[in-house]
């Protein structure tokens, strides 16, 4: 087989580390885990929302195990080819970009558009099983 | 020895040479992902959409799901992805037999992860927690969570299908290494499929919260 030169495809693994990622997500998964079942409720502050505040943790846990994941065993850390990483990243930024529209969007219907609640509550199937048993006839 | 009857790889004859078809492969692999991600990251705007609109529904349905099971899930895809980038590691150093180990053992935690889900499944459907005109859950007093139910199952459905896939991708790379040698310059086919299956884990790191624990 010609190579041309000494060419060598990817990244060399290395079991060591790929070990340490592993351990490293399984502590990240446990901490998020730990987030979810801190019992915030008991804690007496009320100047602070505290289920945001937990939200805000479980997300910023879950972020940095993505960038583990995409980093180390999809290898992006290792890619030599800097197109191959730009075009993963921004999707990324598009994604932000899509939420931020979705934000505005909710933020701000209500404003522009007062039929806006009319229209997103959709009927429920309870509702309308609800609804049948109060109008059916009393035996 | 069953390693001397395997073949060499070969670069496909529309490519020039090994550098040329690993890094095109691996580009449009990666061309691949982020059309994934964008898949997937729709979803996961929708799921937060959802639960901003309605956090009652969120709130009152989450409990009927089981964490326990989730993080047991989270578990099993995690360490997949571990053995399945032992398994490019071993492509690498030419260890055919312990490159099958680990695909093995990676399907077999797939395996573990749809049995865990297809019991979610079943209670769900046991009582009546489904999407839509489906639903007919008791004890709710929110009266969309018909809607959180039609999310988990469109989200976690589209993940399980790509778990399969991920599984099919495993059981090709079993095929494949009982005919062609993988060497430090051809391990390709491990190598992608390790990919695909981080992708599957990485989606599940945003799902497993956004449905079990915050609500």
């Known amino acids: 087989m010609e190579h041309g030169h000494d060419y060598q495809p ?13 351990a490293g997500l ?27 505040i937990k939200r805000l943790l479980i997300l910023a846990d879950a972020i940095t195990m993505v960038g583990i994941i995409a980093g180390f065993l999809m290898g ?35 404003a522009m558009d007062p039929s806006f609640t009319k229209q997103l509550n959709w009927k429920s199937p309870v509702t309308e099983e609800n609804n049948k048993m109060q109008e059916a006839p009393a035996p | 020895m069953a ?22 492969q ?22 937060l959409f959802l639960l901003y609109l309605h956090p009652d529904a969120f709130a009152e349905s989450r409990p009927h799901l089981d964490w326990r099971l989730g993080a ?24 055919q037999g312990k490159v099958r180990t680990n695909l093995i053992l990676s399907l077999l935690l797939a395996c573990g992860f749809l049995v865990v889900k297809t019991i979610e499944y079943k209670a769900k459907f046991h009582h009546g927690l489904l999407p839509g005109h489906a639903f007919h859950g008791e004890g709710f007093t929110s009266l969309h969570a018909h809607i959180f139910f039609g ?21 090709w790379c079993l095929k494949v290494s009982k005919r062609v040698q993988f060497t430090r310059d051809y391990y390709t086919p491990v190598e992608f499929a390790g990919m695909y299956w981080a992708l599957v884990d990485l989606v599940w790191v945003f799902l497993f919260p956004l449905l079990y624990l915050v609500g």
């Open chain 1, 26 to 52: 399984l502590v990240l998964a446990a901490l998020m885990i730990g987030f979810f079942l801190m019992p915030i409720e008991r804690l007496p502050i009320d100047w602070l929302d505290l289920h945001l």
């Open chain 2, 151 to 171: 999310y988990y199952f469109v989200a976690t459905g589209l993940h399980a299908l790509h778990v399969l896939i991920g599984m099919g991708l495993m059981i």
């Open chain 2, 72 to 95: 047991l899930n989270t578990f099993f895809l995690l360490t997949g992805g571990f053995t399945m980038a032992r398994a490019a590691g071993f492509a690498q150093q030419r260890e």
């Open chain 1, 76 to 110: 992006l850390k290792y890619e030599k080819t800097k197109l191959n990483a730009v075009i993963f990243l921004s999707n990324f930024a598009f994604l932000t970009i899509f939420l931020l529209f979705v934000m505005a969007d909710i933020g701000m219907r209500g």
């Open chain 2, 26 to 47: 691996k580009f449009g692999m990666w061309l691949f992902m982020a059309s994934e991600i964008m898949m997937f990251g729709a979803l996961l705007v929708g799921g």
């Open chain 2, 3 to 24: 390693s001397t009857t395997l073949q060499e790889h070969e670069v496909a004859h529309h490519f020039d040479d090994l550098e040329q078809e690993f890094e095109s």
């Open chain 1, 10 to 22: 990817g990244h060399t693994y290395n079991f060591q580390i790929l070990g340490r990622v592993y």
